[in-house]
């Protein structure tokens, strides 16, 4: 069983829908991530939060806006997003210098 | 910039098969991590080893081992008597410091098919 658990597994949503993933995770980890990845392609980096503030956005657009309204926990708030944005959106969490955990990750279709 | 090349996109052997994934990197940092993470369909992604750039050590865990060596900037995989179970994409990826955090360049995965 995997220690960062990510809500919804499966999320459809229209344009217009604004909708979001959340992401929790209670080993004490200060550092969480948001990554995206599209079929047969690496995750790529989104949003990395350090300590509960946001220390990196990989030039995310602004219909992707993260969250992180604790040290347990991770939201991603989605808006008007497009077709092209369907992936699967992975959470994870980390110490510093130490590994990556990853959630099982959200499969958003976008239609 | 950094960079992780796994050059074999797709590897289809038979079970009971030894199969080595390859992996090369680059970066400019003197200290750095490499990691192995595997994907499984149902998507998620499981660490197998990380390794820091100071310790060139052979590892061996089960009938996963793997080969560090800095000489040649790779950090290959090798599965031993391979099983169905090990069918996934499996990635290869370096860290980065971020903002106080640590990032990951993936390569681009290799997917491992492990017929009956």
């Known amino acids: 069983d995997t220690e960062v658990t990510q809500t919804p597994k499966h999320l459809v949503m229209g344009m217009t829908n604004k909708k979001s993933l959340k992401c929790e995770q209670h080993m004490g980890h200060r550092a969480m991530y948001w990554y995206k990845q599209k079929a047969k392609k690496p995750p790529e980096l989104m949003f990395v939060y350090s300590y509960e503030k946001l220390s990196i956005n990989e030039s995310v657009p602004s219909r992707f806006s993260p969250e992180c309204p604790n040290s347990s926990l991770l939201n991603l708030h989605l808006h008007a997003l497009q077709p092209e944005d369907s992936a699967l959106y992975l959470c994870?969490?980390?110490?510093?210098?130490?590994?990556?955990?990853f959630g099982n990750g959200t499969r958003l279709t976008v239609t | 910039a950094q960079k992780v090349t796994q050059a074999q996109t797709e590897i289809s052997v038979v079970e009971k098969e030894d199969v080595t994934l390859d992996c090369v990197y680059e970066?400019?940092?003197?200290?750095?991590?490499l990691f192995w993470y595997k994907q499984p369909p149902s998507g998620e992604l499981v660490f197998l080893i990380r390794r820091n750039s100071f310790d060139e050590q052979n590892e061996i865990s089960g009938r996963y081992s793997w080969n560090f060596q800095k000489s040649t900037s790779s950090f290959n995989f090798t599965i031993t008597a391979s099983q169905v179970v090990d069918s996934a994409v499996y990635f290869c990826a370096l860290s980065e410091p971020l903002g106080g955090a640590d990032g990951l360049t993936f390569g681009k995965g290799t997917h491992l098919i492990i017929q009956p």
């Open positions: 994870a969490s980390s110490l510093q210098n130490s590994p990556l955990h």
């Open positions: 970066t400019r940092d003197t200290t750095y991590y």
